[in-house]
């Protein structure tokens, strides 16, 4: 079992160009989500899914796009990158139990993305 | 929506002594409280996590407590080492939110040798 994995590791980019973050899981785990962390700020959502075809805005939606073609797949894209787009984006992912409860989430390694 | 705070935002500790992070929520509703702790360069990874119907958990030198009528849950570190040393995190969620969790800021704990 690899867990989550995520593509690229590390990334820079110029202002107004675009690029698309690859998270994948093989735990078939019906729910992922993307976060953003910055420093001192902790883990801010910015869009999740809770099954194939569906997506959903988070806490910090603008400027980008996800979508979720394959259950083990969720993608993150940034249409014209910001500086303010500098960040760690982390990917997570988690199953569902019995009665909506849920368990802990299992994050990817973290993509480090920088905008000049 | 949920807001969860997290205090103190660092804290320095002698090897052998006790560590505590307080963290508060606003949402009455919220049922699960885990614990993640990220080390540098590192993902964040679950090391405790605690549900409404229970007031206390414990796993060995870690313990988390819930006190729902104060909305407020505490990360207990006794006899840390010097490889507690990481960021910790707190989180909040609830039943129908989707698996969403609201993260505090985090706490930076030192542990020196």
């Known amino acids: 079992n690899a867990g989550v994995t995520q593509t690229p590791k590390f990334r820079v980019l110029k202002t107004g160009q675009s690029m698309t973050l690859l998270c994948a899981q093989d735990?078939?785990?019906?729910?992922m989500y993307w976060y953003r962390q910055d420093p001192g700020m902790g883990l801010r959502l910015i869009h999740y899914?809770?099954?194939?075809?569906?997506?959903a805005k988070g806490e910090v939606p603008d400027g980008y796009n996800v979508s979720r073609l394959k259950k083990q797949n969720f993608l993150l894209g940034l249409e014209s990158a910001a500086p303010s787009q500098t960040s760690v984006y982390f990917c997570?992912?988690?199953?569902?139990?019995?009665?909506?409860?849920?368990?802990?989430?299992?994050f990817g390694p973290g993509t480090r993305l920088t905008v000049l | 929506g949920e807001n969860v705070e997290q205090h103190p935002s660092t804290l320095s500790v002698q090897e052998g002594d006790s560590a505590v992070i307080k963290c508060t929520y606003s949402?009455?509703?919220?049922?699960?409280f885990p614990w993640y702790k990220q080390e540098l360069g590192k993902r964040p990874q679950l090391i405790i996590d605690?549900?409404?119907?229970?007031g206390e958990k414990k796993d060995q030198r870690i313990a988390v407590t819930l006190n729902k009528t104060a909305k407020h849950f505490s990360l207990h570190i006794t006899e840390t080492q010097p490889e507690d040393s990481a960021v910790y995190f707190c989180?909040?969620?609830?039943?129908?939110?989707?698996?969403?969790?609201?993260f505090g800021d985090g706490t930076t704990l030192t542990v020196k040798p």
């Open positions: 735990m078939n785990h019906e729910y």
């Open positions: 899914s809770v099954g194939e075809g569906t997506t």
């Open positions: 989180a909040a969620s609830r039943r129908a939110n989707a698996g969403k969790s609201t």
């Open positions: 997570a992912s988690t199953k569902t139990m019995a009665g909506g409860l849920y368990n802990e989430q299992f």
């Open positions: 949402d009455s509703a919220s049922n699960y």
């Open positions: 605690i549900r409404s119907n229970v």
